[in-house]
């Protein structure tokens, strides 16, 4: 302690007392725990390769004004020529959330998109949620088997799932908690609109 500390012990005393005062000197500190408020929300859309998550997830980020951030373009950031290990997917989803956390910590309303299959990832992203978000939601997006096959032979984009890494997925995917949202992506495009209208009408999403 500095001698100026020492001398004027009742204004430190206070300045402890204050926690206003000790969270914004504590590094440490959640920025959005004092005022959930001024935090933005967060949704995580998963499910299994090939059923539809980034399209789910395009339309929520427009409902709720948000950023989307998926694991396939974070991995290929992080490493050049991907093995999908279990470090390396570990590593992803790490940097997955703490992006997250950061943007929801500022204000911002984020969307996650990844397939989640473990569910200590889905655990991990919603005690972030319901720690420092102003509203938490999960997000499941089912389709039939045959329209999967049919989608990922005609898609052309970021991803490298084919129907047999959706096949692998389906025998590893952990169980989903029951209480989330599903949208079923065997439809039409408007079907599968209007499924995600009705869950988040107002744009926010539940505060659970």
Known sequence: MSNGDAVDGT??????ADPDAESATD?????????????????VVCGLPGVGKTTVAERIADRVDGE???????????????????SETERVYAELIARARERVVRGASV???ATFADARFRTDAREMGERVANGFDLVEVA??????ERR???RDGISDADFEVHLHFKELFDRIEPDHVVVD????????????DAAFAGGRESDE
Do not use: H
């Open 11 to 16: 204004e430190s005393a206070v300045a402890v």
């Open 27 to 43: 590094p440490d500190a959640d920025p959005a725990s004092s005022s959930d408020s001024e935090a933005g929300s967060l949704v």
């Open 68 to 86: 989307i951030l998926r694991t396939d373009v974070i991995r290929k950031e992080l490493f050049a020529d991907p093995e999908y290990t279990e």
């Open 111 to 113: 969307v996650l998109d």
């Open 143 to 148: 389709c039939d088997e045959s329209v999967v």
């Open 152 to 154: 990922i032979e005609r």
């Open 185 to 196: 992506n065997s439809g039409g495009e408007a079907e599968t609109i209007a499924q995600i």
